[in-house]
């Protein structure tokens, strides 16, 4: 099956509008192998978790099937970038410690990947996938993105996109599950940065495509005075993970 590229076409503006995951996030992750040295960051799009990783770890291989977004991603001399899918990876077997998916497991072949992820892992390494909900910034706003989220450009996203809503919870996850704590993101951005983010949206882009104009535009007059006279707002975006152990 080929891979579903929802981003390629619009790579530079998603990683300049995406929120960053939490440095305690990564910290803990390190804690859950603390003699690991090396991860595997697959569908690491523009390599944001695979940067803060990289803080933690040795060496980072970072992933993704879209040239596009490999060559977007920002370098670090721990991550190595390389264009390849999920479900076939370039790996050796038993090579790390850790994998990571951040917001990428829902475009994945489950099964496939789950058998490359028991390959590539050692023994008794972690596979950790995790998510993020819808952000929330002031019921105001809220109120005027989720129209946009349901109403405008809800016909345009992929099917794919029920699993992050249903936060990865129906999908079968046949390892040793482990409770990580609560984490989320939290930027403070700009009317602006929120508008920029709005237009990442995998559904935008393809309401662009068919309809040759911005769905944001219906909503961005109204936002901007909801947003009211105050230069940045906390935006938040609750996380949500699988983690488990992959045993011999």
Same mark, same amino acid.
């Given at each position: 099956?080929?891979?579903?590229? =929802? !981003? ?10 995406? $929120? ?5 996030? !990564?910290?803990? /992750? ?28 040795? *060496? ?15 370098? =670090? ?7 390849? +899918? ?7 077997? =038993?090579?790390?410690? /850790? ?5 990428? !497991? ?11 992820? &028991?390959?590539?892992?050692? +023994?008794?390494? #972690? /596979? ?7 952000? &929330?910034?002031? $019921?105001?706003?809220? @109120? ?10 809800? $016909? ?21 599950? #482990?409770?990580? $704590?609560? !984490? ?21 882009? *393809?309401? #662009? ?30 996380? @949500? @993970?699988? #983690? ?5």
């Amino acid at each position: 099956m080929g891979f579903r590229d =929802h !981003f390629s076409s619009h790579s530079s503006s998603y990683s300049e509008f995406r $929120p960053r995951y939490p440095r305690e996030l !990564f910290s803990y /992750l390190k804690g859950l192998v603390p003699a690991g040295n090396v991860v595997w960051d697959c569908g690491t799009g523009n390599g944001q978790a695979a940067i803060s990783l990289a803080e933690y770890f040795e *060496k980072v291989i970072a992933t993704d099937p879209s040239a596009n977004q490999i060559s977007n991603a920002e370098s =670090h001399p721990r991550v190595e970038y390389r264009v390849c +899918k999920a479900e076939e990876s370039t790996l050796g077997n =038993h090579e790390v410690d /850790l994998i990571t998916v951040a917001q990428a !497991f829902h475009w994945f072949d489950v099964e496939p990947f789950f058998k490359e992820a &028991r390959r590539v892992c050692k +023994k008794n390494g #972690i /596979l950790a996938l995790w998510g993020y909900k819808m952000h &929330r910034i002031s $019921p105001e706003v809220d @109120f005027l993105v989720d129209r946009l989220y349901e109403e405008i450009v809800g $016909p345009y996203w992929p099917p794919e996109r029920k699993y992050v809503e249903e936060e990865y919870k129906t999908i079968p996850f046949p390892f040793e599950e #482990i409770s990580p $704590p609560s !984490f989320s993101m939290k930027e403070e951005w700009t009317v602006e940065q929120v508008l920029g983010y709005l237009r990442t949206w995998s559904s935008v882009q *393809k309401y #662009i495509q068919k309809n040759e104009n911005d769905p944001v535009l219906v909503v961005e007059s109204d936002l901007r005075s909801a947003w009211g006279n105050v230069q940045t707002k906390t935006v938040e975006w609750p996380l @949500f @993970f699988r #983690i488990g152990k992959i045993l011999p």
